[in-house]
């Protein structure tokens, strides 16, 4: 770190929230008003982590050889995920009280995902995740998604930090693609949605227990 930590923002999929299986069963009851057969959950969870439209691509590119109408197969989607609600989608170990500990440190926190806004705040909201956040920006707020920088650098700036005070956690090649760009440090949640784990991920650090996170960006902060 250049200076101080004064920020710490997080990807939520497969950061913060194991949402694969909600994800998985709107997906898959949108390839049915189509038709098409089921897809596993190991395999929609390989497509999670740039936003509801490459998702529901991917989808139908698995499952059938017909492209379809992306923006109405879209909107099915966001209807079907919608009224499902969240209820499968379940918070990893620790993570809560990693937040815990980090705001009362002091810290400014803040979500940056691909996921539409409106969704991410209710699965903050239902998953208790959402008290102490400064900021949530989404795939939806401001017209740009991650690899792009600028919802990043917008998350920092909510919080009141510059990019050199500031440290982005997510699971992904796409997160840690973003963090260079906006020239924050990433450290690397190990137990998310990585799609290739044998590929490295440039980063400066990596864990893969919650209740080691608050310690590490200590350390972090001190360098």
């Given at each position: 770190?250049?200076?101080?930590?004064?920020?710490?923002?997080?990807?939520?999929?497969?950061?913060?929230v194991?949402?694969?299986p909600?994800l998985?069963?709107?997906?898959?009851?949108?390839?049915?008003?189509?038709?098409?057969g089921a897809l596993?959950?190991a395999t929609?969870k390989?497509?999670?982590?740039?936003?509801?439209?490459?998702?529901?691509?991917?989808?139908?590119?698995?499952a059938?050889?017909?492209?379809?109408d992306?923006a109405?197969?879209?909107?099915r989607?966001?209807?079907?995920y919608?009224?499902?609600?969240?209820?499968?989608t379940?918070v990893?170990?620790?993570?809560?009280?990693?937040?815990?500990t980090l705001?009362?440190?002091?810290?400014r926190?803040?979500?940056?995902?691909?996921?539409?806004?409106?969704?991410?705040i209710?699965?903050?909201?239902?998953t208790?995740?959402?008290?102490g956040?400064?900021?949530?920006?989404?795939g939806?707020?401001?017209?740009?998604?991650?690899?792009d920088?600028?919802?990043?650098l917008?998350?920092?700036?909510?919080?009141?930090?510059?990019?050199?005070?500031?440290i982005?956690?997510?699971?992904?090649?796409?997160?840690?693609e973003?963090?260079?760009?906006?020239?924050?440090?990433?450290?690397?949640?190990?137990?998310?949605?990585?799609r290739?784990?044998?590929?490295?991920?440039?980063?400066?650090?990596?864990?893969?227990?919650?209740?080691?996170?608050?310690?590490l960006?200590?350390?972090?902060?001190?360098?």
């Amino acid at each position: 770190m250049k200076g101080a930590v004064k920020a710490v923002v997080f990807d939520l999929d497969g950061t913060l929230v194991d949402s694969a299986p909600d994800l998985c069963a709107a997906a898959n009851a949108t390839l049915a008003d189509e038709g098409l057969g089921a897809l596993d959950l190991a395999t929609v969870k390989g497509f999670i982590g740039d936003g509801i439209d490459a998702l529901v691509a991917r989808c139908f590119a698995q499952a059938s050889t017909k492209p379809p109408d992306l923006a109405a197969a879209s909107a099915r989607f966001r209807g079907h995920y919608g009224r499902q609600g969240h209820r499968r989608t379940r918070v990893f170990p620790g993570a809560k009280g990693a937040l815990e500990t980090l705001k009362a440190a002091g810290l400014r926190l803040a979500i940056c995902t691909n996921k539409d806004e409106a969704f991410a705040i209710e699965i903050l909201e239902a998953t208790g995740l959402s008290a102490g956040l400064d900021a949530v920006v989404g795939g939806d707020t401001a017209g740009y998604r991650k690899p792009d920088p600028a919802p990043l650098l917008a998350c920092a700036h909510r919080c009141g930090a510059g990019p050199a005070e500031t440290i982005y956690i997510g699971d992904s090649e796409i997160d840690a693609e973003t963090a260079a760009a906006a020239g924050i440090d990433f450290i690397l949640y190990e137990e998310g949605y990585r799609r290739d784990q044998g590929r490295p991920i440039a980063r400066r650090a990596a864990f893969s227990a919650f209740p080691d996170l608050p310690r590490l960006i200590a350390t972090l902060g001190k360098d």
